[in-house]
């Protein structure tokens, strides 16, 4: 079995746990750290400026939404 490695940290936020749960394993089984959360005001409590390399986020969400992160 060929094992990947990469330094590179990804945050990845949406409400839905089936998308959060796949994006991350197929992004984990590539060698990415994966930081995953289904709630954006606990991944925005917990986010590191320049740590992630890449941010994937769902911009329609329950409790925050939209580019400019207006909150509901």
């Not at 990947?4 to 936020?13: D, F, G, H, S, Y």
């Not at 089984?29 to 005001?41: I, L, R, T, Y």
């Not at 991944?43 to 740590?51: G, H, I, W």
Request: net charge negative.
């Amino acid at each position: 079995m060929d094992t990947k490695q990469n330094n590179a940290k990804i945050l990845l936020v949406d409400n839905e746990p089936d998308n959060t749960s796949v994006l991350s394993m197929g992004l984990e089984d590539e060698g990415f750290g994966v930081d995953s959360f289904n709630d954006p005001m606990l991944a925005l409590s917990r986010f590191k400026p320049s740590f992630y390399s890449l941010l994937i986020l769902d911009i329609n969400m329950p409790k925050m939404n939209d580019m400019n992160c207006t909150m509901k």
